[in-house]
């Protein structure tokens, strides 16, 4: 079966410092992969996605930035957080480029 | 401008009676609509898609219906219990990797 993992679960940043969470997914190949962000009592904004190895789609315009140096493994950064980046940030696959997706644990950001 | 609306923020119903959450969309062309149950802390857990083809999707309590010519989808849970309390996302799919969510509606149930 598949897994998707995310780290950290909470993460506590000052304004301006640099920002790496990670998501892995475990049991498929080659999936598209998805990082969005949900401010509170809002929806998921997508942020980035991939369909491949090192392939990033930026949907917003930010000082975030995504790779996926593995097939399994995609990072979002950040080299100085803004406090307009606290949210919950939720990292999600599928197979192709419709369907379901399923989502990881979420990282619960806040900068202060 | 392209808009995707869940008309309740919050609806509470009394625990054995049928939810109905609905989803308005406008300026969208989807081939997919989907609807998710996310918990307070947790990610979004997938429940059930429609095609734009289908008028009606079922799996055990739940009953989802989708019309293109309103340009909306209506999500029924039927005798509904207090673990059913959630928020239910819907989220459409534009079959290009292009997938938008509503902000949701907070269902809860009462005993």
């Known amino acids: 079966s598949q897994t998707i993992h995310q780290w950290p679960a909470t993460l506590v940043q000052p304004v301006g410092s640099p920002l790496s969470l990670e998501c892995t997914v475990e049991g498929t190949s080659n999936p598209n992969l998805y990082w969005y962000r949900q401010a509170a009592g809002r929806g998921l904004q997508l942020l980035f996605y991939s369909v491949g190895i090192g392939q990033i789609s930026s949907e917003v315009p930010q000082n975030l930035s995504a790779s996926r140096p593995q097939d399994r493994q995609f990072i979002l950064s950040s080299k100085k957080l803004l406090l307009s980046d606290s949210g919950f940030y939720l990292c999600a696959w599928r197979r192709g480029w419709a369907g379901e997706q399923y989502f990881g644990p979420g990282t619960r950001l806040t900068v202060t | 401008s392209q808009k995707i609306e869940q008309n309740s923020e919050a609806l509470n119903i009394q625990e054995g009676k049928t939810a109905t959450l609905t989803c308005n969309y406008t300026n969208y062309s989807p081939a997919y609509l989907q609807w998710y149950r996310q918990d307070p802390g947790r990610g979004p857990v997938f429940l059930l898609l429609?095609?734009?083809?289908?008028k009606e999707k079922r799996k055990e309590r739940l009953k989802v219906t989708f019309d293109t010519t309103l340009k909306q989808s209506l999500f029924h849970i039927t005798a509904s219990q207090p673990a059913d309390s959630a928020t239910y996302l819907c989220a459409l799919d534009q079959n290009n990797n292009d997938m938008r969510f509503g902000a949701g509606t907070r269902l809860t149930v009462k005993p």
């Open positions: 429609i095609r734009e083809n289908e």
